[in-house]
């Protein structure tokens, strides 16, 4: 089955600066890669997600990267704020799964003013 | 507009005691998953189903099952609970195939006492 890496399990940034975070997944039929932000006591939520066909995808200050010969996704965050500290979780999608994520284990992201 | 409700925010309950956690959504999605949250090991899937009475396993099914009687509830249930069962459950649900994102309940923290 898949199996998703994450790293780093933490990362400390200064406001302003930028964040990224990369996941390796084994599955190389996998092709749906989203990414949730889980803030403090609150549920996860689908912050963006790129499919095995873009290479790359943006919405303001996130972006996911794909390259799919290495079997690596990364979520880069520019311009960090306060808002920005939480835990991210990546995740892959196997195209016989159901619809059944393999999650990473998490990066807590702290912004420190 | 809560989307996904999971029934009980907190709860403690008594070693050996049969628990139930209750998860209703309203967005008609064929899918429900029932994830375990603990720190440092990320999103662990216990049970997940794709239709009304269809179940599959997850990762970590050992000493829960699972109910999907009607499309909108899944229900996640712990036989006789134990301390190492004390942990974060989140629900979520989603549109059936590998394209489509999750969304999750609030939570519900179990303490077995």
């Known amino acids: 089955g898949e199996n998703v890496e994450q790293h780093p399990s933490t990362l400390s940034v200064q406001e302003g600066d930028s964040a990224v975070i990369k996941c390796t997944y084994s599955?190389?039929?996998?092709?749906?890669f989203p990414w949730y932000k889980q803030e403090l006591g609150k549920r996860p939520q689908l912050i963006i997600d790129?499919?095995?066909?873009?290479g790359e995808k943006k919405d303001q200050r996130i972006a996911v990267t794909l390259n799919k010969t290495a079997k690596h996704f990364s979520l880069h965050i520019t311009e960090t704020q306060p808002e920005d500290s939480a835990v991210y979780f990546c995740?892959?999608?196997?195209?016989?799964?159901?619809?059944?994520?393999?999650f990473g284990a998490g990066t807590q992201v702290v912004v420190t003013p | 507009d809560v989307k996904v409700t999971q029934s009980s925010r907190y709860l403690v309950k008594r070693t050996g005691e049969k628990v139930f956690l209750e998860c209703v959504q309203d967005?008609?999605?064929?899918?429900m998953f029932w994830y375990r949250q603990d720190p440092g090991l990320g999103l662990r899937l216990i049970y997940f189903?794709?239709?009304?009475?269809?179940?599959e396993k997850g990762d970590i099914p050992e000493g829960y099952s699972v109910s999907r009687e009607k499309k909108e509830r899944f229900s996640l249930i712990l036989e006789s609970a134990s301390t190492n069962q004390t942990s974060m459950y989140l629900c979520?649900?989603?549109?059936?195939?590998?394209?489509?994102?999750?969304?999750f309940g609030s939570g519900t923290r179990l303490t077995v006492v």
């Open positions: 979520a649900s989603s549109l059936q195939g590998s394209h489509y994102g999750y969304t």
């Open positions: 599955d190389s039929a996998s092709n749906y």
């Open positions: 790129i499919r095995s066909n873009v």
């Open positions: 995740a892959a999608s196997p195209p016989d799964s159901w619809g059944k994520f393999q």
């Open positions: 967005m008609d999605h064929e899918n």
């Open positions: 189903s794709y239709d009304v009475k269809m179940k």
